[in-house]
């Protein structure tokens, strides 16, 4: 994580090279990475078991605290998931009030959707997508079938999804 000790240094190297148009690009460069470093940046949805897929997985480690949480389990094999991804990228950049973690249930090494990785196992899953929500103060307050009604009137709200 940047501090602000280093923004005030990188700023000060800036004003030192004079050109007015660097110095912005730069600063929203450090500014961004210090964010996306910290995992605050909103509007984004973030992998989060990148890497691991399949791999057992403490959700509460993902929420995010004092926003609603909205875990997507997926299989980068599953047309389902593939279809709605860019919607979910869309409703994040219009919510910054929504935390979005998606998880994919496969190993690296498993084509198809891997219902018997041990996350899968872990925590049932028998179809994809499949969506836990979390409150801002991290309790489990929807999953399944009513966190797909409940995402579908997020969808409708921000105007992606008619009614």
Known sequence: ???????????????????????????????????FASGAWAGTVVEANAGNGGEPLDLKSLVAKGQ??????????????VRLAPLMEQLAARRPDLAIKKVNINRPQVKGIDWRSPLAE???I???????????KGKLVAQDRVA???LQRWLQEAGLLKP
């Open 148 to 150: 797909v009604e409940q």
């Open 122 to 124: 872990q925590y049932k």
């Open 68 to 81: 609603t949480t909205l875990i997507d389990f997926y299989s980068p094999y599953c047309p389902p998931c």
């Open 126 to 136: 028998r179809r994809v997508p499949y969506f836990m929500i979390f409150n801002p």
């Open 1 to 35: 994580m940047i501090d602000n000790h280093q923004v005030r240094h990188y700023v000060k190297a800036m004003e030192r090279s004079g050109n007015s148009i660097r110095r912005w690009v730069v600063l929203l460069s450090i500014l961004s990475l210090g964010c």
